[in-house]
T-cell receptor
């Protein structure tokens, strides 16, 4: 079955360490996204990528970095520069933004819960 | 700045009642509107999408869109305890490069 796989499900790190969250999709979607969710909050966009080898900052990109070397993969690195990294991280994808696909909804992975102490 | 507003709730309704969830948005050029359901600790899942004014029905769910008033709503008929979740409204707008902007979500509690 097609879908989005995020790993790991839970991640624990010490303050000052960089950590990379994995996101892989086999839906053949062009666009991929990273959102952050804090308790009682909506989803805030960190980074998005509409094609391979290109990505754009979202609303809260500071302290994060991404790469998009393959269509299927969009890993997120949480760096030590991120002041409050503890959160629920969601990866999503959608079909190409070209043509009439501006109406396409997001498909989400199961999320990674990151705790930094 | 594009904004999507939802009442955080919780909205509490008895089993079998109609639950009404509302969402307003700031970008008048918005074109696509989505409702996602999110159970506690889980990721969001799409339940409804709507693109033109009026009502769209899918089983017990009805989405309503009024672009002139810039609001979109979700009605859940015959509410069940399993409907208890947070409902997120998302809007695609040209001002946001058609990247979905999410509201904070409304918590729905359906009590037996």
């Amino acid at each position: 079955d097609g879908g989005i796989t995020q790993s790991p499900k839970y991640l624990f790190r010490k303050e000052g360490q960089n950590v990379t969250l994995s996101c892989e999709q086999n839906l053949n979607h062009d666009a991929m996204y990273w959102y952050r969710q804090d308790p009682g909050q909506g989803l805030r966009l960190i980074y998005y990528s509409q094609i391979v080898n290109d990505f754009q900052k979202g609303d809260i990109a500071e302290g994060y970095s991404v790469s998009r070397e393959k269509k299927e993969s969009f890993p997120l690195t949480v760096t030590s520069a991120q002041k409050n990294p503890t959160a629920f991280y969601l990866c999503a994808s959608s079909i190409s933004r070209s043509g009439n696909s501006y109406n396409s909804p997001l498909h989400f992975g199961n999320g990674t819960r990151l705790t930094v102490t | 700045q594009k904004e999507v507003e939802q009442n955080s709730g919780p909205l509490s309704v008895p089993e079998g009642a109609i639950a009404s969830l509302n969402c307003t948005y700031s970008d008048r050029g918005s074109q696509s509107f989505f409702w996602y359901r999110q159970y506690s600790g889980k990721s969001p899942e799409l339940i409804m999408s709507i693109y033109s004014n009026g009502d769209k029905e899918d089983g017990r769910f009805t989405a309503q869109l009024n672009k002139a008033s810039q609001y979109v709503s979700l009605l859940i008929r015959d509410s069940q305890p399993s409907d208890s979740a947070t409902y997120l409204c998302a809007v695609n707008s040209p001002g946001g490069s058609y990247i979905p902007t999410f509201g904070r979500g409304t918590s729905l509690i359906v009590h037996p």
